[in-house]
């Protein structure tokens, strides 16, 4: 017999919108969050209260600086595209050898 865990219905906010997701996701990356970063999906709405957190030190893709306001647009190693401070996205090193 096996024993399996009790459905469980997530509700709406646990959905990520079709246009915050990249696919392919990019598996080569420009930029690093330099400290555990909120983000939103999309900033044209504002409102208070992010859609989650990004890790310190997770990979980025910086594909659009906010003409406004101190955001830009990164993509994530999972396809999520979201908006973050820009200040706490710092540039990799490259290696030219």
Wanted: aromatic share 6%.
């Amino acid at each position: 017999m096996v024993s399996r865990p009790d459905v469980t219905v997530l509700g709406a906010e646990a959905l990520v919108p079709r246009d915050n997701v990249v696919r392919p996701a990019p598996n080569r990356f420009s930029h690093v969050l330099e400290q555990d970063q909120p983000y939103w999906f999309d900033r044209a709405e504002p409102h208070p209260q992010p859609d989650g957190v990004l890790a310190a030190g997770t990979p980025v893709v910086v594909l659009r600086e906010e003409e406004e306001g101190e955001q830009c647009r990164v993509v994530t190693g999972s396809g999520l595209y979201v908006s973050v401070d820009r200040a706490s996205v710092g540039r990799l090193p490259h290696d030219d050898g």
